[in-house]
């Protein structure tokens, strides 16, 4: 099997099961939700969500994947991992060493003013459920592509575990974010990151919002004392909301302080919050 093949079937293996995760979870929340939020909330969060979702796959999706492969393909015969023999131990070794590094990624995100520009537009959702995975600028995106492709340089890593580590980080994006009740959350969490570490992520306060940055493995928050065990009494940002995709947009490039004033010109196509 030629290595082009093999990240084909992989890639492929890979975004089927992010695509059944995607539809386990909406039913869980569906049975199960661990918050009932006001109807008319959850209606134009989920709205706003899948809108930026379309949007930036339109964008992005294609963009993102030729650039990870292409680097992936010129470059895995270098960097720090290229000489170790290919198998199981090496997956595992580069997708730990991704994690840390989209870990990093985001910590930076939060505390760097113009990081946080488009990546506070993630965190404007008055709801939190599955399609709040979906919700991120274009542009957050977009930057967070030359850094992935630097990670790919520096370790060497083939095109086909790229497209695995991309889609199970997808996966548990999906998980993460999903408003459902597990059993025994709190020893899971003690692993990896669970719905229960990340609802504190997206905590009104800065105080709780600014930890649990863990994407997959629970034990980076732990090592650099960024990991925080609290119900948040709220979800979203207090200051600034966007109830439409085209406010959602616009938001990245609004300070907080002007914009309920400018808010008031972009037409809401999202109704009124009362259901």
């Known amino acids: 099997m030629n290595t082009e093949y093999a990240a084909e ?28 939020f006001d109807r008319g909330i959850s209606r134009e ?14 964008f992005l999706t294609l963009l993102r994947a030729t ?10 015969g270098h960097g720090l991992l290229h000489s170790v023999e290919e198998g199981p131990i090496k997956w595992l ?25 488009f990546h506070k537009v993630h965190h404007s959702d008055k ?3 599955l399609t709040t995975g979906f919700r991120f600028h274009v542009l957050d995106l977009f930057i967070e592509i030359p850094y992935k492709c630097l990670f790919v340089i520096l370790i060497g890593v083939d095109a086909h575990i790229v497209l695995a580590m991309e889609a199970i980080q997808l996966v548990f994006i ?61 979800i979203g940002l207090d200051v600034i909301m966007a109830d439409n995709f085209l406010q959602l947009f616009c938001l990245a490039f609004l300070t907080e302080g002007h914009f309920k004033k400018i808010l008031k010109i972009i037409p809401n196509f999202g109704g009124n919050k009362s259901d």
């Open 9 to 36: 079937v992989v890639g492929n293996v890979f975004m089927t099961v992010a695509l059944l995760s995607f539809f386990i979870l909406l039913a869980l929340e569906k049975k199960r939700p661990h918050i009932r």
């Open 45 to 58: 969060s989920i709205l706003t969500n899948l809108s930026a979702f379309f949007f930036n796959n339109i």
């Open 67 to 76: 650039s990870l492969f292409f680097i992936a393909q010129r470059f895995s």
């Open 93 to 117: 070794m580069t997708f730990f060493l991704y994690d840390l590094a989209i870990y990093f990624w985001h910590v930076i995100n939060h505390h760097n003013d113009f990081l946080w520009r």
């Open 127 to 129: 709801a939190f459920n």
């Open 174 to 234: 999906l998980f993460h974010h999903s408003n459902i009740m597990i059993p025994n959350e709190e020893k899971l969490s003690g692993f990896i990151i669970t719905p229960f570490l990340h609802r504190a992520h997206h905590s009104s306060l800065r105080s709780e919002h600014d930890s649990n940055y863990g994407i997959v493995f629970a034990v980076w928050d732990r090592v650099f004392g960024t990991r925080q065990e609290v119900t948040p009494q709220k």
